[in-house]
């Protein structure tokens, strides 16, 4: 479970079980020139992911992300649950355009 979901103790904290199936999850690496991994880490965690690792892993609800760097910018991983990674790559990459304009 993310570190920035709260546990309650009780049966509420197996609500968001299927989200943590692993056969249900995608990954896809994006490269992003220009990209540093403390300026990815800031834009992963606006997409609500807690740090679990600074300026390697994130996690939220139903995903993660390891952000690698490159040499020329950050390499980030999205291991996501299926019906979220496409939405979660397309939210980041705009982020990503809007943040190097």
Known sequence: MPISTSSFGDSRDSKYSEYERADLY????????GLTPEAAEALLKKLGGGVVEKHRLLEGLGWKATIAPIPAGASVTFDAHDELLEDLLRRFEEMVTRAQS
């Open 26 to 33: 995608d990954q896809e690496t994006m490269d992003f020139p």
